[in-house]
């Protein structure tokens, strides 16, 4: 299976829980549990060419320029980590199954979760370290999605918010890394940086880099002291735990350095960075692990005191290291998940998971009791189990280091961590399964369905054969992985043996181990001192800083941002005055070319309204209707003007804006007071008039100067021109480049304007929703009403008016591709046709006659718009090529198709939506009890008087 | 003969249009500027069929039409806003 296919394969079936959980909840997890198998299927198809060491490609140049690639490779390491996520997750989306409870939206879940795994598994094939950075994102905002499943939980959003902050600020760093990376080598493609360990060692870029890389790494894979995100994190549904915090997501971190690790290990920084970080990790998280309670935060603990553990091998840098962590993360997914399912099942079947309320398990959940130990104790490291052996393998690569000539510190800290770790095993097993029954339970617990309890089984099975026979199971992918990680050397010499004789590492382990039983025998006296010791909280660490960074945005965007438009405008206007004395007094200007041509008389009248209307605005700008009525003189001349000017086009989208703009805005004014306040000192009203004088007569100037000139280069009008009937078939230049030249504009275009009428639509409903609503409903008017409401001649004229308006609309429309017209000024007149319905008849009375939705009127623009456009793709060109012929049917004369017109369609209806949809928002803040009524209109003689014939009847 | 009927037509209306300014800038209350906008709109729906006249070309026809079947619904919402305060109930 392509590679492509086995990434995209979880996004596309993330579409099918979300539809299937209609379906049921079984339908919901077999759709998420068949996509993951099919995409596990695709991957273990390429078994044997991975086993031989060849590494499967698949190219496919997305944005060359960038040199952003959708290129995938799989090499051993890419197929472990791609195996680890599919497999785990084929188990989570069982165990999630019979763990989420009937309220929880199952299909919600299994789509984030697949949604989560495309983006896991995008990182592990990519091939591309800018694809790499896509998909990093999408796990942070995936996993977002899934540590917050529980909405209605404080602790889920906070965590998850957490969670998002944390990793996301990593993956900024990350990309300004990876940018400086591919700079270094001049490629993004890994398999060509993965080439040049030489290059990148040497450039004086190489630390920057490094840090900015290990910022995204350590804190995906919570490293300190970033760790503190991942606790919080445990607030999500344990599935989610188990499948982000022991496969998956914290290991992505790890992936990045294995992925790494051949051209940035092997130096000084790397150790000292890396495996100080891991070492330091790795204790701590043990030693916090030991006095957590909460059993899901002890597991999380662990979790990051492990991946602190792989973190250090990974930075020892040496290449025995290398295989050690590849086998602990294979030996940790398998224990860890097992041991979180476990923990979710006494949580599930105790309805606790306080270590304190629990204990004496052992009896009334033998098979839960069975699983976790086992679990546990390989994670303590107890031979014959899988953890044993990679532990080993760790304490014998720690006799082997020395940090700054010591050759104690990292052996010393690391059996102390080891220590640690074992005890919070031994505790995890002591505190639920062992000691005496109790009585205080909150429920009855006894062992879960099958369903639940099959997914751990099955990795406890695997964590007892991998420790049993790892030579055989594991170890040829090892082999296969870890030549991946160092980069095609040869592999030293290795043994995955569970007896060597008698080590340091062995030794280390029986302390270890002894050691754990007494700290677990002393666990009270621990707690106590523990309790005792001051400590920092990170989580009030983290909320003090955000806080402190909210408080310092919103102090810089109150500053700059005080809401008071004049001195936004002026600030804008005196910067573009500054800057055009500045381009003025520096730069050179050609010599004029044209002569002016002479004055017409009507044009000067037309100026002469222009300015008066224009004088008169400033004048009277406080009283607000009056300047709408003197802005109408304005829209009027200036509409007239495009028409002189040869541009009728404009001149009719000019005049229909206007009249919408103007029921829009007496719409809006009906709420507002008739006077604007006053409210800057004359001194400062001075100052600005001078300032927008200087402005308009240099823009004046400006526009002066260029109309005096020719253009200095060849201008595109010629190829619009030139292209317009050739090209898009019609003769109309201005619809051409609107339905084709520049149609992607267009198309995005209609998408803003449809956002924006929703956005007015949705603003309306949340302001109704409050306590708004009934200020509006005591609202006074602002003068005295007369007393038609809808008068009779309104609503017979707006009626006579409808079908005419609707035929010209129409006829606009349709003549649009080469006589001035087109689907947009179409759109606008339809729009205002109905208006005048709305205003003769009132609402109600409109809306009650209304058959469709105007979102659906937007939708449908849009859709087909792309559709439109999509259709080239069949034919093998561009998006939105549009195509045009001729057809002759007998009875009419020839005439001419083009896409372009069903283009127009969707920008017709686009614009019709939007505009109805933003009117009628706005027209239902003025709703009233009472006004809806039966009739068009207030008064009609027909009612007073029935109709001769009814008369007649009730004689009889 | 024609082209001096035009003219005169031109300087007719030209002047109109100045008269509705006057009256828009200065008159009392909204409800004469309302009407004199309106005036107004219906002097440059002469003034662009003349120009087309004159020119000899039909372009400037739909416009004027579309002017005028608009230029109505600015004037009915001015004067439902002053009479109702509310223009769509």
Redesign the interface.
């Given at each position: 299976m392509s590679l492509f296919l086995i990434a995209a394969l979880p996004f596309l079936g993330a579409v099918f829980p979300a539809l299937l959980i209609r379906a049921g909840r079984n339908a919901a997890a077999s759709a998420a549990g068949l996509t993951t198998f099919l995409a596990l299927m695709g991957l273990l198809i390429h078994i044997p060419s991975v086993m031989r060491g060849d590494v499967v490609t698949a190219r496919f140049d997305w944005i060359p320029r960038l040199g952003l690639n959708a290129n995938f490779m799989l090499d051993g390491l890419g197929f472990l980590f791609a195996l680890l996520i599919l497999v785990i997750g084929l188990l989570i989306i069982l165990y999630a199954r019979f763990y989420l409870s009937r309220e929880d939206p199952m299909g919600q879940f299994y789509t984030y979760l697949l949604l989560f795994q495309g983006a896991m598994v995008g990182i592990v094939l990519s091939d591309n370290i800018l694809l790499l950075i896509v998909f990093w994102e999408l796990t942070s905002l995936s996993s977002f999605l899934l540590i917050g499943y529980w909405k209605h939980l404080p602790d889920g959003r906070q965590g998850a918010r957490m969670a998002l902050a944390v990793t996301g600020s990593g993956g900024l760093a990350m990309i300004a890394g990876m940018l400086i990376l591919g700079n270094i080598v001049g490629s993004y493609d890994l398999s060509v940086i993965l080439q040049n360990k030489a290059l990148i060692q040497a450039s004086p870029y190489y630390l920057p880099a490094l840090i900015l890389i290990l910022l995204g790494a350590f804190t995906k894979s919570a490293q300190f002291p970033f760790h503190f995100w991942l606790p919080h994190a445990m607030a999500a549904p344990t599935p989610v735990s188990a499948y982000l915090h022991s496969a998956t997501m914290v290991k992505a971190g790890l992936f990045l350095m294995a992925r790494m690790w051949p051209v940035l290990a092997g130096t000084d920084a790397w150790f000292y960075i890396v495996a100080t970080t891991g070492l330091i990790t790795m204790l701590l998280g043990a030693v916090i692990a030991l006095f957590k309670d909460d059993l899901k935060a002890l597991l999380a603990f662990s979790t990051v005191s492990h991946l602190g553990l792989i973190t250090m091998l990974l930075g020892f840098g040496t290449k025995i290291a290398a295989v050690a962590a590849i086998f602990h993360i294979i030996n940790h997914a398998t224990f860890k998940a097992a041991l979180f399912m476990t923990a979710g099942i006494v949580d599930h079947e105790t309805g606790t998971r306080n270590l304190k309320r629990l204990g004496g398990l052992r009896h009334l959940m033998p098979i839960t009791f069975t699983i976790g130990t086992i679990a546990a104790l390989s994670m303590a490291g107890l031979p014959p189990l899988n953890g044993f052996l990679s532990k080993e393998m760790m304490l014998e690569e720690t006799v082997h280091t020395t940090w700054l000539h010591s050759h104690y510190l990292v052996p010393g800290l690391a059996l102390l961590a080891a220590l640690f770790s074992a005890a919070y095993s031994f505790r995890f097993v002591s505190h639920v399964f062992l000691g005496a029954q109790r009585e205080d339970y909150p429920t009855h617990p006894h062992d879960p369905p099958v369903g639940l309890w099959l997914a751990p089984a099955l990795l406890v099975v695997l964590v007892v054969l991998i420790g049993l026979n790892s030579a055989a199971l594991v170890g040829p992918l090892i082999a296969v992985v870890t030549s991946a990680v160092i980069g095609g050397e040869k592999l030293p010499y290795y043994s995955l043996k569970l007896w060597h004789g008698f080590t340091p590492a062995l030794y280390m382990s029986v302390v270890a181990t002894l050691g754990g039983l007494f700290l677990l025998a002393l666990h009270k006296r621990g707690e106590q001192v523990w309790n005792a010791l001051p400590r920092p909280e990170a989580k009030v660490i983290f909320e003090a800083i955000i806080d402190a960074l909210t408080r310092l945005s919103r102090w810089i965007t109150d500053e700059m941002h005080n809401g008071v438009l004049s001195r936004y405008a002026i600030i804008f206007v005196a910067f573009t005055v500054g800057l055009g004395y500045y381009a003025y007094s520096t730069g050179t200007i050609g010599v004029e070319t044209r002569v002016p041509l002479p004055a017409q008389i009507i044009p000067i009248i037309g100026w002469i309204c222009l300015v008066g209307a224009t004088l008169g605005i400033m004048w009277f700008h406080r009283n607000r209707l009056l300047s709408l009525v003197l802005i109408g003189v304005v829209g009027l001349i200036v509409s007239v003007a495009f028409n002189y000017l040869s541009a009728p086009d404009l001149a009719l989208t000019q005049i229909s804006v206007e009249v919408v703009t103007m029921i829009l805005l007496l719409l809006s004014l009906n709420f507002l007071p008739t006077e604007t306040p006053w409210d800057s000192s004359a001194a400062r009203r001075w100052r600005d008039a001078a300032i927008s004088v200087i402005a308009g007569l240099g823009t004046g100037a400006l526009v002066y100067a260029m109309m005096m000139r020719d253009f200095a280069f060849p201008t595109i009008s010629e190829f619009h021109l030139a292209n317009s009937y050739k090209g898009g078939g019609g003769t109309n230049v201005v619809n051409v480049i609107l339905v084709d030249f520049r149609g992607f504009d267009t198309f995005g275009e209609i998408i803003v304007l449809g956002i924006a009428a929703l956005i007015i639509f949705a603003l309306t409903e949340s302001v109704l929703s409050t306590n708004v609503r009934s200020y509006l409903l005591n609202r006074k008017p602002h003068w005295p009403q007369s007393g038609d409401s809808h008068p009779l001649m309104m609503v017979v004229a707006t009626r006579v008016m409808m079908p005419i308006a609707l035929m010209v609309g129409a006829y606009i429309f349709f003549r649009g591709h080469n006589q001035p017209g087109g689907g947009f000024i179409a759109g606008l007149i339809v729009a205002i046709a109905y208006l005048m319905q709305y205003m003769a008849s009132g609402y109600t009375w409109a809306i009650e006659r209304q058959r469709f939705y105007y979102h659906g009127t937007i939708g449908w623009g849009v859709l087909i718009a792309a559709a439109t456009g999509l259709g080239a793709w069949f034919n093998e060109r561009p998006f939105l090529t549009s195509d045009f012929g001729y057809l002759h049917w007998p009875p009419l004369e020839e005439f001419e198709w083009a896409t372009a017109m069903l283009f127009d369609t969707g920008v017709f209806l686009a614009v019709l939506g939007a505009v109805m949809l933003a009117l009628d928002s706005l027209s239902r803040f003025a709703w009233q009890p009472g006004m809806a009524q039966e009739f068009p209109m207030d008064i009609n003689p027909l009612r007073d008087s029935p109709p001769e014939q009814e008369q007649e009847k009730e004689q009889a | 003969m024609i082209e001096y009927a035009i003219y005169f037509a031109?300087?007719c209306f030209?002047a109109a249009?100045?008269m509705c300014?006057w009256r828009?800038?200065t008159a009392d209350g909204?409800g004469t500027?309302?009407l004199a906008?309106d005036t107004?709109?219906i002097n440059?729906i002469a003034?662009?069929i003349l120009?087309g006249l004159s020119k000899g070309t039909e372009?400037?026809f739909?416009?004027a039409?579309?002017?005028a079947?608009?230029?109505?619904?600015?004037t009915?919402?001015?004067a439902?806003?002053m009479?109702?305060?509310?223009?769509?109930?």
């Open positions: - | 031109f300087a030209g249009i100045m300014l828009i800038i909204v500027r309302v906008l107004m709109v440059t003034l662009m120009y372009i400037f739909e416009a039409m579309i002017i079947m608009l230029g109505f619904v600015s009915v919402a001015y439902r806003f009479l109702r305060g509310n223009i769509i109930e």
